[in-house]
């Protein structure tokens, strides 16, 4: 699994607000700061384009949240797969207790 850019997220984790982004999908998650574009993000295996074109999910990063944006090629079912895949990832432990929202919804 590709984990990039935890160089980014990691010292943002101990502030009581912080805003970050997220490109990831079943290959893995690029996480990096609010100041980029998600369309820019890219591994080999993990690329959001805009007009739902890439395999990759876009989302929102703030304390304790992801909200994810929709993307037509995901389900439910598909979201919440890979984000339980996630959440298990040894470099993303911080992640476990994250509350996930898709298009508005708990996941």
């Excluded at 369309?39 to 990759?56: L, M, T």
């Amino acid at each position: 699994m590709v984990i990039r850019g935890l160089d980014h997220i990691e010292p943002l984790l101990s502030h009581v607000s912080f805003s970050a982004k997220l490109v990831f999908n079943q290959s893995g998650a690029i996480f990096f700061p609010v100041s980029r574009e998600h369309r820019d993000q890219k591994s080999d295996s993990i690329s959001y384009e805009d007009n739902y074109k890439g395999n990759a999910l876009a989302a929102m990063l703030a304390p304790n949240r992801i909200e994810i944006r929709y993307h037509q090629d995901f389900s439910d079912t598909d979201v919440s797969a890979i984000v339980i895949s996630l959440k298990q990832h040894p470099d993303l432990h911080f992640m476990r207790d994250w509350e996930v929202t898709y298009q508005g919804r708990p996941i």
